[in-house]
């Protein structure tokens, strides 16, 4: 899902990326299991999704995220 983005330099440069989409992986998965309804593969895109446009704030994130989704608490 991440091909040809250079993310892993985030983890020296700015790991608050890093530590928001664990965030978005984990609240996805929070709220799926409430809702019985585990999708692991969607919770994995929409984490992806974040760390490339993070990356490339060109790339559109399709659904947008919710502010639940990319909450840090």
Do not use: H, Q
């Not at 609240?27 to 760390?51: G, V």
């Amino acid at each position: 899902m991440l091909g040809g983005v250079d993310y892993l330099s985030l983890y020296g440069e700015d790991p608050s990326a890093i530590e928001r989409a664990f965030a978005i992986l984990l609240m996805l998965l929070s709220w799926m299991k409430k809702m019985k309804s585990l999708n692991a593969k969607y919770t994995e895109k929409r984490a992806a999704d974040y760390i490339r446009s993070f990356c490339a704030p060109s790339f559109l994130v399709n659904p947008p995220f919710e502010d639940w989704e990319i909450a840090l608490y």
